[in-house]
């Protein structure tokens, strides 16, 4: 961090410049109530400034701070601690949520305020020029420190929320992912269990029922298949690929389809065999629309 020498340097600030500041006190130190009850007012024509000073005890509050730096700039001492003082001054802009642009234009209207009442003195034209250029190089060199510390102060808010943003995120990937394989091993446990489903069905027919048994492996069969469909998808999420809610879709339209299957062969009512047929219809419907839907998007 710079030292309040180094940034007077900065500016060109001469001996010529310190007796020009004592000028600067004797005639604009006497007009600082003019100057905070203006800057009041000035702030209260915006809806945005003016709602930060809803009390009577946050305008005075305000009036005594703004009277305070006045001060300063013009008849305190510009060290270090004037220069931690600035950097205050803009952090806490930050922590109040103020936004810089109304905090520079704060400051151009302060400007504007000096340069007129330098304009309105009766001195020779040359000393007004010099307290004109004073006058700016103070107001420069306040308008830096405080904007740079509001810079840095609004951005130290930033990077802690992107820290804890950016940590969030990559635990909520990690959760992801081991769902993911917890997922990967269910489908591999549920695949084991359909295929040991099929190999009852074979038995079943030959060994039992046939016409009943090949049935039930056919429905076994096509849910086999559904698994190793989700069984592939999976492996393509898990390599960063597109996940497609048309296989869930798929797998309720071969449900169904085993469901028929099932029921051809056993007793049942007309009323459940026509809903298993109107759902199997409906379902495969759907998988037609969404299927023309995903060729049109392509």
Known sequence: MESIDEIRRHYGWSALDEENLKELARLLLPLSETMADEFYDFLMEDPYSAAFFKTP???????????????????????????SRLRRIGQVHVRIGLKGHYFIAA?????????????????????????????????????????????????????????????????????????????????????LGVAALLTLDI????????????????????????????????????????FHVRIFLELALVAFIRKLFVASV??????????????????????VLLIKNESAEK
């Open 266 to 287: 056993e007793t049942k009512d007309p009323v459940s065999f026509a809903f298993l047929l109107g759902g199997t219809l409906i379902l495969g419907v759907i998988l």
């Open 57 to 83: 005890e946050a305008v005075k509050r305000r009036k005594e701070t703004i009277l305070d730096w006045f001060h300063s700039i013009l008849a305190g001492r510009y060290d270090n601690a004037f220069l």
């Open 203 to 242: 038995f079943h027919a030959f060994y039992l029922d046939l016409q009943h048994g090949v049935i039930k492996a056919l429905g076994s069969l096509l849910i086999l298949w559904m698994m190793m469909e989700l069984l592939h998808t999976q492996v393509d999420v898990l390599r960063g690929g597109k």
């Open 107 to 191: 400051m151009n209207f302060l400007r504007t305020f000096g340069i007129r009442q330098i304009n309105q003195a009766d001195m020779e034209k040359g000393k007004k020029g010099e307290l004109l250029e004073t006058f700016d190089k103070v107001m420069d060199l306040n308008l830096d420190v405080i904007t740079g510390a509001y810079r840095e102060a609004e951005l130290r808010k930033v990077f802690i929320s992107y820290k804890a943003e950016s940590a969030m995120i990559q635990w909520s990937e990690r959760l992801i992912h081991g769902l993911n394989l917890v997922l990967m091993i269910s489908l591999l446990v549920l695949s």
